[in-house]
């Protein structure tokens, strides 16, 4: 199993980045998919998921200003995320499995890291 992260960087409050995640060695298709972050000094904390039916799901802090996408004929997945705020600044993960699972067990990648700051 591989996940890759990017699209990660320095942005300005009230920016936008665009994140993207590749994934390999597993049926991406019927897999639920999800982003994860961690902000300095914090835990893991789980941020969106897509599911194989087409349900998105958004954490209440991000909600209005992420949007979640995935491509399964191109095993990727993409994080939009506008009005990006300094309290965003964490590196952010691609990871197998949904909303309901524990992140900490969840497989991700090795992340991409977003900074906001002006």
């Known amino acids: 199993v591989q996940l890759v992260e990017s699209g990660g960087g320095l942005v300005q409050p009230g920016g936008s980045l665009r994140l993207s995640c590749v994934a390999s060695?597993?049926?991406?298709?019927?897999?639920?998919m999800s982003w994860l972050r961690q902000a300095p000094g914090q835990g893991l904390e789980w941020v969106s998921a897509?599911?194989?039916?087409?349900?998105?799901f958004y954490t209440d802090s991000m909600k209005g200003r992420l949007t979640i996408s995935r491509d399964n004929a191109k095993n990727t997945m993409h994080l939009q995320m506008n009005d990006l705020r300094p309290e965003d600044t964490a590196v952010y993960y691609c990871?197998?499995?949904?909303?309901?699972?524990?992140?900490?067990?969840?497989?991700r990648g090795k992340g991409t890291l977003v900074t906001v700051s002006a």
């Open positions: 897509t599911y194989m039916d087409g349900r998105k």
């Open positions: 060695g597993f049926t991406f298709s019927t897999s639920a």
């Open positions: 990871a197998i499995g949904s909303m309901f699972q524990n992140v900490a067990t969840m497989v």
